[in-house]
């Protein structure tokens, strides 16, 4: 303590300042620390959160978007199973489960093995080609396709070579529309399968499989035993993402099909896009939102528990 100046007899704290300043500064880091913290989670809550609560409560609604809204219970969800169009959309998705997802990995696979082991010179443009898909946007893609599926068409006309042409629009068939769809999903999908399972691949160790030579054990041994253990990750990530964008398919569709020929190609985004600017169902349309989030986060789920027990 020290004699405060002017004052005979008082003292001071001479500290007293600087310690208050210093818990001055303290809460004035601690309360920007919790509202940079807040930030995220005020922004999600924001542009997601509350964008999916509104979107549930809507669903509960007749309301044609402009009009007065009329309480509807659940029977925009019943809708979904009693209407065949609405109904078949979501069989459409599942399909394109097969194209945009299984068919990508069984390309994938021996298609990532052979561009990481190869020893031959170029490998960089090929894996190049293979991704190219990915960074060109779907639009153009799906203008691009639609001409190749004519009837006039580079397809039809290749097929014409081997005496296979079908003469036939494929994206006008009620037969080919769909599997058409579906070959576009595989080839943009299957180069973002192959570059993931190209980083799992490029982790093993040349060691292994020279070990596996040494004991007589065959390409496909190798594949299976060495390869596949380690893509494992790889391949439940390729499964999640390709999952997810063969049942939120919508630029595809629109530009291509439009959902035709009649609606043998409707997907459930085309038909939440259809029910609600169409139609003018925007209680339909959130219903079908809502039910394809539940199915997508539910096949999401079923997808890595049954990767984790695979892992164990």
Known sequence: MVAAPGVPGTVTHGGAGPRRKARSKKRT???TTIALMALPVLVYGTFIIYPVIRVIGLSFWHWDGLGTAEWAGVENYTAIWQDDRLRDAFLHGLVLI???AILPIIIGLPLASLLVRSKVRGLGFFRTVVFLPQ????????????????KDGPLNTALGWFGLGLDVS???SYTWALPAVGFIG???STGLVTVLLMSGMARVSESYYEAATLDGV?????FRYITL????AEILVSITLTTINALKTFDLVYMTTSGGPGTSTTVPAYEVYYQAFRVGSVGTASALAVVLMVIIF???IVVNVLGEREGK
């Open 29 to 31: 880091r601690t309360v």
């Open 98 to 100: 097969f194209f945009f």
């Open 135 to 150: 960074v060109i946007a779907m639009v153009v893609l799906a203008v691009a396709w639609r001409d190749i599926y004519d």
């Open 170 to 172: 494929f994206l006008g």
């Open 186 to 188: 595989t080839w943009v």
């Open 218 to 222: 065959g390409a496909f041994g190798k």
């Open 229 to 232: 253990p380690a893509v494992r």
């Open 298 to 300: 539910a096949i999401n």
